[in-house]
């Protein structure tokens, strides 16, 4: 059987997307997500958990997802897990990470970065490949996703 590494997750950011760029000049965003479920116990009684996720995009995406979303806004991300080790410096033990490299990401909130609500326009003929995006528009959900590699 093959190996699979795919993750896809739905959830808010915990804190502002961060861009910066590498030595060579690649740009790369961290961001954290906040993802949660709801489950009842054997006793009846309603329980709620949040998972908190590092991750990281590369070149275009990390440049959208800077410009576009913010701390809370609601995003699907897909990508694949790495984990990262390496050694502490002042205790000189061993550190892990486990995060996610986004492949791509939709934007979920009706609003963009500033919080003002994004002007989609109506393509009620449903097809979108006649519609004209504007400037500085936010991508939509129903869009197909926006991709990229990361340089490595």
């Given at each position: 059987?093959?190996?699979?590494?795919?993750?896809?997750?739905?959830?808010?950011?915990?804190?502002?997307?961060?861009?910066?760029?590498?030595?060579?000049?690649?740009?790369?965003?961290?961001?954290?997500?906040?993802?949660?479920?709801?489950?009842?116990?054997?006793?009846?009684?309603?329980?709620?958990?949040?998972?908190?996720?590092?991750?990281?995009?590369?070149?275009?995406?990390?440049?959208?997802?800077?410009?576009?979303?913010?701390?809370?806004?609601?995003?699907?991300?897909?990508?694949?897990?790495?984990?990262?080790?390496?050694?502490?410096?002042?205790?000189?033990?061993?550190?892990?990470?486990?995060?996610?490299?986004?492949?791509?990401?939709?934007f979920l909130d009706?609003?963009?970065?500033?919080?003002?609500?994004?002007d989609v326009g109506?393509?009620?003929?449903?097809?979108?490949?006649?519609?004209?995006?504007?400037?500085?528009?936010?991508?939509?959900?129903?869009?197909?996703?926006?991709?990229?590699?990361?340089?490595?």
């Amino acid at each position: 059987m093959a190996d699979l590494n795919e993750v896809r997750l739905i959830g808010r950011l915990t804190r502002d997307p961060e861009l910066r760029a590498t030595p060579s000049g690649h740009s790369v965003c961290s961001f954290g997500l906040a993802t949660g479920r709801k489950y009842k116990s054997q006793d009846g009684t309603q329980h709620e958990e949040t998972t908190f996720v590092d991750c990281t995009a590369w070149g275009k995406t990390a440049e959208i997802v800077e410009k576009y979303i913010k701390k809370g806004s609601l995003v699907f991300v897909g990508g694949r897990l790495k984990l990262d080790t390496w050694e502490d410096r002042q205790t000189g033990q061993k550190r892990s990470k486990l995060q996610i490299v986004v492949e791509n990401v939709q934007f979920l909130d009706s609003r963009n970065k500033d919080g003002n609500n994004r002007d989609v326009g109506n393509n009620s003929s449903g097809n979108s490949n006649n519609w004209q995006q504007p400037k500085q528009q936010a991508p939509q959900s129903w869009m197909e996703p926006i991709l990229s590699d990361p340089p490595f």
